[in-house]
C-alpha cells in the first residue's frame, strides 16, 4: 500500500521561504512522478509542479521561477523549495505519487 506524508509547512512572512518534503512508501518510487498541488480555501486544487523519474521538472507560471522541486531516491523522499512566498500562496500543499494522495500540509504566508 502507498503513503504519502508531506511535512514542513508553517507560517512565514512574504518574501521568505519553505521547503517541503513528501515521504513516499509502499511503492515503485524510483520509476514514478511526483506532482505538488495545492489548494486555498473555497478555490479548486492547483497543480504547482512535477518532478519526472529522471528528475525533469515541469512548473505553472504562478510559481515558476520562485519554486523548486527535487528528490531524493536514497530517501524515498520529494522536495518542494518555495522561495519569495506571497500571500497568495497561503493553501494546504499535497504531494500525488502512484495515484495515492498525502493529506497535505498547510502553508500560511502572513505579514
Known amino acids: 500500500q502507498v503513503q504519502l506524508v508531506e511535512s514542513g509547512g508553517g507560517l512565514v512572512q512574504p518574501g521568505g521561504s519553505l521547503r517541503l518534503s513528501c515521504a513516499v512508501s509502499?511503492?515503485?518510487?524510483?520509476?514514478?512522478?511526483v506532482h505538488w498541488y495545492r489548494q486555498a480555501p473555497g478555490k479548486e486544487r492547483e497543480w504547482v509542479a512535477r518532478?519526472?523519474?529522471?528528475?525533469?521538472?515541469n512548473y505553472p507560471d504562478s510559481v515558476k521561477g520562485r519554486f523548486t522541486a527535487s528528490r531524493d531516491n536514497a530517501k524515498n523522499t520529494v522536495y518542494l523549495q518555495m522561495n519569495s512566498l506571497k500571500p497568495e500562496d497561503t493553501a494546504v500543499y499535497y504531494c500525488?505519487?502512484?495515484?495515492?494522495w498525502g493529506r497535505g500540509t498547510q502553508v500560511t504566508v502572513f505579514p
Open positions: 509502499g511503492g515503485d518510487f524510483r520509476g514514478a512522478n
Open positions: 500525488n505519487c502512484l495515484s495515492t
Open positions: 518532478i519526472t523519474a529522471g528528475g525533469n521538472t
